[in-house]
């Protein structure tokens, strides 16, 4: 039996004396109300009403009951408006600052389409886990290695020139005592400045012989960027990036690199029912989506120019 909506027929029909107005006040019809009455009467063992052709009257044993059921119901709707202003409260999710204007607003308004209202708050890798860890935040797109990720983005290198070939390798870099200028360094941006993406790259700046120098931890993306187009230096990038600063983007020769995404809850929450119905729109905001459709045209294109 729907205890509440027994116990709301009832309050609104001795409010009104008679089922046919009751029902119409609680917005049932008079027979499910006069069903709901007749459930709960048969559950007390006690009639509630003394019913007429015209009129509902209460006996003693409902006029007894009538306060209780009055609190029961309104506790019950004191509980539906809680649940509906919680839906409403904002979502407060950390998100990397790799996405795009336009890609963060396609995500709060798909969000919104499905009744959750996104507050984002656009941070470094190592912020997103402080903002997670101190519960300023309901959740976080961490950071996180390519065997424990749920969206990931493959990672190359860009250059403001054509570099002419279908995967870049950083020995190419190498530079001899006697070569004439600077040498050419690679930029990592905060986002990718985190030990699975900067440590392999390390360990191969390394093993090829590059100068420390040419492996540069940027501290932005905007200086990054600014270095690479204006000199012959490359960028860290995702080909969405690369295309978004009109430089040329290739994947990586001796080493496959990706960036990892994983959401995160703060203290007990469970953030699998956002990623139930929002994980394409995260996938599309960080650039996955995209990333995987776009890697076969980008390899024709590859291949085309080719060395």
């Known amino acids: 039996m729907d205890l509440v909506g027994a116990c709301r027929a009832f309050v609104s029909v001795s409010e009104y004396g008679s089922f046919t107005d009751g029902?119409?006040?609680?917005?049932?019809?008079?027979?499910?109300?006069?069903r709901r009455v007749a459930a709960l009467e048969e559950r007390f063992g006690e009639p509630l009403f003394e019913r007429t052709s015209r009129r509902a009257v209460l006996t003693p044993f409902g006029r007894d009951m009538l306060p209780t059921a009055r609190q029961l119901v309104q506790a019950a709707d004191v509980l539906?408006?809680?649940?509906?202003?919680v839906k409403r409260k904002p979502w407060r999710l950390a998100v990397p600052g790799i996405c795009s204007t336009v890609g963060l607003a396609r995500l709060v308004a798909e969000a919104r389409g499905h009744g959750v209202t996104l507050d984002l708050r656009v941070a470094a890798p190592t912020q997103r886990r402080e903002l997670l860890h101190a519960q300023q935040v309901r959740a976080a797109l961490l950071a996180v290695p390519a065997d424990e990720a749920t969206w990931s983005v493959p990672l190359g290198l860009a250059g403001a020139k054509d570099l002419g070939v279908r995967?870049?390798?950083?020995?190419t870099l190498r530079v001899g005592r006697a070569?004439?200028?600077p040498?050419?360094?690679v930029?990592?941006?905060?986002?990718?400045?985190?030990?699975?993406?900067?440590?392999?790259?390390?360990?191969?700046?390394d093993a090829l012989g590059l100068r420390p120098a040419?492996?540069?931890?940027a501290a932005d993306l905007t200086s990054a960027a600014a270095e690479v187009l204006c000199s012959g230096d490359l960028l860290l990038c995702s080909l969405a990036q690369a295309e978004e600063l009109a430089l040329t983007w290739r994947p990586l020769g001796e080493v496959t690199l990706g960036r990892g995404f994983a959401l995160a809850a703060a203290a007990d929450g469970n953030p699998q029912h956002i990623e139930a119905r929002l994980g394409d729109a995260i996938a599309r905001c960080l650039g996955a989506g995209a990333q995987g459709l776009g890697g076969g045209a980008q390899a024709g294109t590859l291949a085309g120019s080719a060395q």
């Open 23 to 34: 029902a119409a006040a609680a917005r049932m019809s008079q027979s499910v109300a006069s």
């Open 80 to 85: 539906l408006d809680e649940a509906e202003a």
């Open 167 to 171: 995967r870049f390798y950083l020995e």
């Open 179 to 181: 070569s004439p200028g």
């Open 183 to 185: 040498a050419r360094r």
């Open 187 to 205: 930029w990592i941006q905060p986002e990718d400045d985190v030990p699975h993406i900067r440590d392999p790259l390390t360990r191969l700046r």
């Open 214 to 217: 040419q492996l540069v931890a």
